[in-house]
């Protein structure tokens, strides 16, 4: 398993962007599909964006479509997540999560989980 760390969280006006990084540690980082997954109060944890390991492929969830932005720098063992025109629904724990194989939607593929970082959204 990789571990996982995910910084760049905080409080944002709805319009706003924010941008999500998760440091991987060892150096297998670029045999792993990423993941980023959100979870609201009361919610469950709902798949937002993914990246293939070379990074060429991506997915979206349709309510981030156009809005949220998924990269990966290899040499650099990170994944980013820029996200524009924040709305208030935005809000939610992040999380970046691995998975070694395909990229996958599905959160019960993924093996290794960051701890979360709060994004919040005000209107």
């Known amino acids: 398993q990789v571990q996982l760390v995910e910084s760049g969280g905080g409080l944002v006006q709805a319009g706003g962007s924010l941008r999500l990084s998760c440091a991987a540690s060892?150096?297998?980082?670029?045999?792993?599909?990423m993941g980023w997954f959100r979870q609201a109060p009361g919610k469950e944890r709902e798949f937002v964006r993914a990246?293939?390991?070379?990074?060429?492929?991506?997915y979206a969830a349709d309510s981030v479509k156009g809005r949220f932005t998924i990269s990966r720098d290899n040499a650099k063992n990170t994944v980013y997540l820029q996200m524009n025109s924040l709305k208030p629904e935005d809000t939610a724990v992040y999380y970046c999560?691995?998975?070694?194989?395909?990229?996958?939607?599905?959160?019960?593929?993924?093996?290794?989980w960051g701890q979360g970082t709060q994004v919040t959204v005000s209107s």
């Open positions: 999560a691995a998975k070694q194989g395909a990229v996958a939607r599905n959160p019960d593929e993924y093996d290794s």
């Open positions: 060892g150096r297998t980082f670029s045999m792993y599909a």
């Open positions: 990246i293939s390991r070379s990074g060429i492929s991506t």
